[in-house]
Nanobody, 133 residues
Framework: EVQLVESGGGLVQAGGSLRLSCAAS????????IGWFRQAPGKEREGVSC?????????????DYADSVKGRFTISSDNAKNTVYLQMNSLKPEDTAVHYC?????????????????????WGQGTQVTVSS
């Protein structure tokens, strides 16, 4: 059973930083992606940042960022701990949302290098990020 446990959310002032963690377990896939998505009240869920990995080649693949977070957020992985991190700097009030971690083990034709476009079938419970102005 795939399990994803998010942590690191909280309340921070604009301009501050938070680091989200996603501890993943319970799956063995040759190629997969782990992504961070967020959903604010009244808005659709959006991909924030994603990273793909090939266990067959024992290497990380591509990273993907939403335009709104480029230059502010950084995604990274610690494969020994099966954990993916999202370092969020220069936070803005519009970053306020529930942030979800998800795993994808399949992708659509043409989306291999864009891991946020993969097919995400496993989701965590989410962690709230609130940025005050």
């Amino acid at each position: 059973e795939v399990q994803l446990v998010e942590s690191g959310g909280g309340l921070v002032q604009a301009g501050g930083s938070l680091r989200l963690s996603c501890a993943a377990s319970g799956f063995i896939f040759d190629d997969y992606a782990i992504g961070w998505f967020r959903q604010a009240p009244g808005k659709e869920r959006e991909g924030v940042s994603c990273i793909s990995r090939s266990d067959t080649r024992n290497s990380d693949g591509s990273t993907d960022y939403a335009d709104s977070v480029k230059g502010r957020f950084t995604i990274s992985s610690d494969n020994a701990k099966n954990t993916v991190y999202l370092q969020m700097n220069s936070l803005k009030p519009e970053d306020t949302a529930v942030h979800y971690c998800a795993v994808a083990n399949s992708y659509y034709s043409g989306s291999y290098y864009y891991p946020c476009q993969w097919e995400y079938n496993y989701w965590g419970q989410g962690t709230q990020v609130t940025v005050s102005s």
